[in-house]
């Protein structure tokens, strides 16, 4: 059935049994103001809200939390975040991936600072960094309890399953999209919103989907069908291509580490890395991406780690140095003590760990012994 075909009661019906569902199982998240508070006329902080969406997006519940606590705690409002170095919150975001969002997050927090808070409207909430359409209108719909339409992954697929939407691609994102806007009531669209989220992380799962404990039960086409896991009907997918590159672990004697800063802009921006060569879709040359003259041994098996766009497969090569070996320009030898503080993505940890096994660990290790040299590395996949 096409959305326009669908009646506004009808609509009006799945809202309400899904509301009715939210009351009794709404998910306690840190961020969130639940059902009964809400209804007492209690709203979410709107930092607290953003945060979460933006820390959401590309990252599941379990991973941000701990990364939301830190935030929170650290900088309890926008402003204290606005605040902020730079340096500190890409410290602080380390390890929850796609580094531009921490760039566009500290730019966010200044213009919301400087504008003396967050605008209420999902269009005015588009013009910030970092916020899409799909931010902006669950910031607004949370935040503020404004009716607006909110499809994430997990509304998505609920939404393709409840309509047995037999698009793909973007024709299927049109048609999701104007079911949910269809769908969305003007009373309490902040619970909708999280109600549905909540169905699609609890119940309407990716695999195995429990349909008989799902309160849109009856009104779901794709369980009628008996087939719910058909959808969302899924594109075809292009090949992700591997580009190759070599990484430099230079150890100090004392254990310090040397790193440099990756470029502001582009993939892993304003990150650290260990010196390196360019990634690119040929193998590099023997002594490409060496950032100074040291006996360089290769570590056993190689580091891939894979991007949404590539996958990566780095060749790692180390060497100690005595303690008189400058850092190159740009470049600073990191304390063991400081290696787990530093602005490390994940595929960096993994470079080092390659050479020098606990060194982003809790635990740091002691200081290399003199002359000690370090054995085979492992393959990290
Ligand atoms: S009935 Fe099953 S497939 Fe349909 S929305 Fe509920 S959990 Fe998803």
């Given amino acids: ?79 204290k975040l606005a605040a902020a170095a730079d340096d500190d919150v890409m410290r602080a975001w380390a390890g929850l991936g796609y580094y531009s969002r921490a760039r566009n997050l ?77 769908l969305t009531p003007h009373e309490r669209p902040g619970d909708y919103a999280q109600a549905m989220m909540d169905i699609g992380a609890t119940i309407c799962t990716p695999k195995r989907p429990a349909c008989a404990l799902c309160p849109l039960n009856d009104d779901c086409e794709a369980a009628a069908e008996g087939r719910p896991e058909a959808y969302p009907v899924k594109a075809a997918r292009t090949a ?64 891939v780690h894979v991007f949404t766009h590539f996958r990566l497969e780095l060749e790692v090569l180390t060497a100690e140095a005595g303690a008189d070996v400058p850092a190159p320009d740009g470049a600073w030898w990191s304390a063991a003590e400081d290696i787990r503080g530093e602005a490390l993505p994940s595929v960096m940890k993994k470079v080092i760990e390659a050479a020098r096994p606990g060194a982003t660990l809790a635990k740091p290790p002691g200081p290399v012994p003199s002359g000690r040299r370090h054995g085979g590395g492992r393959s990290a996949a």
């Fill in 240 to 303: 992700r291509p591997t580009r190759y590159g070599r990484a430099f672990v230079a150890v100090r004697e004392d254990g310090a580490i040397l790193l440099r800063r990756r470029p502001p802009k582009g993939l892993l921006g304003g990150m650290a890395e260990v010196p390196g060569s360019a990634w690119s879709g040929e193998h590099p040359g023997d002594d490409e991406g060496s950032p100074t003259k040291l006996p360089w041994r290769r570590v056993a098996g190689k580091v």
């Fill in 106 to 182: 500290i730019a966010a927090a200044r213009a919301v600072a400087a504008a003396g808070g967050f605008p209420d409207q999902a269009v005015a909430l588009t013009k910030l960094p970092g916020i899409g359409r799909y931010t902006a209108s669950a910031i607004a719909a949370i935040a503020f309890d404004r009716p607006e339409a909110v499809v994430d992954g997990n509304v998505e697929r609920v939404i393709a399953r409840l309509f047995a939407i037999a698009e793909s691609g973007a024709e299927a994102k049109r048609l999701i999209l104007a079911e949910q806007e269809r």
């Fill in 1 to 79: 059935m096409k959305p326009a075909e669908r009646t506004e009661g009808e609509a009006a019906d799945i809202a309400t049994r899904l509301l009715a569902w939210y009351d009794r199982h709404a998910r306690r998240l840190p961020w969130r103001v639940g059902p009964a508070e809400r209804a007492a006329g209690v709203l979410p902080d709107p930092y607290r809200v953003w945060l979460s969406e933006v820390m959401l997006q590309q990252t599941t519940v379990a991973a941000v939390r701990s990364y939301f606590d830190t935030f929170v705690r650290q900088w309890p409002t926008v402003e």
